[in-house]
């Protein structure tokens, strides 16, 4: 059984997390449709207790309270506990090996990996290495990591062949991770593996920072064949993972 009055504050909460400019009460209760009586009484509580603030334009913002309890959540998280579902439900939909990695000194570590029924040959396993600029999952990274760190990895790291597709021209990487970011999802296309073609999209969490990639991948004959599917499926659960990290996608993003 649900109360109405926490499920009114948990929406208020959403509502401005999404607004970070604040919105009058006005505009909370009609966005919510909720009656404007009821929802200013909701505010005032909020308000009173810190988890609302007011800023200078006279609007209600999320207040101070509210900070360590986000901080607190995040650090209970367990991305790839958080993402098994989405991971599995991927590989499902596909029939083809999902991956899950995050970053760490520069290089790319597999967190997680799930088989298909017609699993193929990769020497990618959780808790595996790889470099960024020569994986899917470590180019979405590179796409929308932010410009300082971006610059800063292109400026220190030698872009070595690893097979005869990977890039090794500097300025042809940064115009393919312009067009990653752009389109929203990153592509290997046996750069780090022979015959292995590999989509892969970011995680982002509440600041909208990325904390880790998902990836499809198999032979680059029979990806191709259903191409159009994965990219749909692979963009729309990475979406559902960034949700659970309290990333709130912007209209028209």
Known sequence: ????????????FELLSANIDGMTIKEISE???????????????????????????????????????????????????????????????????VFMAVLADQELVYVAKIDSNRSIRTSAYPGGQKPLYCTGLGKAYLAFMNEADRADYLNTIELKPITKQTITDKEKLEEKLQEYKQQGYSIDNEENEDGLYCLAAPIFDMKGAIQAAISVAGPKERMLRQEDSIIKHLKQKANDISAKLGYVRKEGV
């Open 1 to 12: 059984m649900s109360v109405k009055s926490a499920e009114r504050v948990l929406r208020i």
């Open 31 to 97: 966005t919510l449709q909720l009656p404007q009586s009821s929802t200013s009484g909701l505010i005032k509580t909020l308000l009173n207790e810190n988890y609302l603030s007011v800023n200078q334009q006279n609007h209600f913002i999320l207040g101070p309270k509210l900070i360590p309890v986000g901080n607190a959540a995040m650090e209970s998280l367990d991305i790839s506990s958080l993402g098994h579902s989405s991971l599995k439900e991927l590989m499902e939909l596909i029939e083809e090996t």
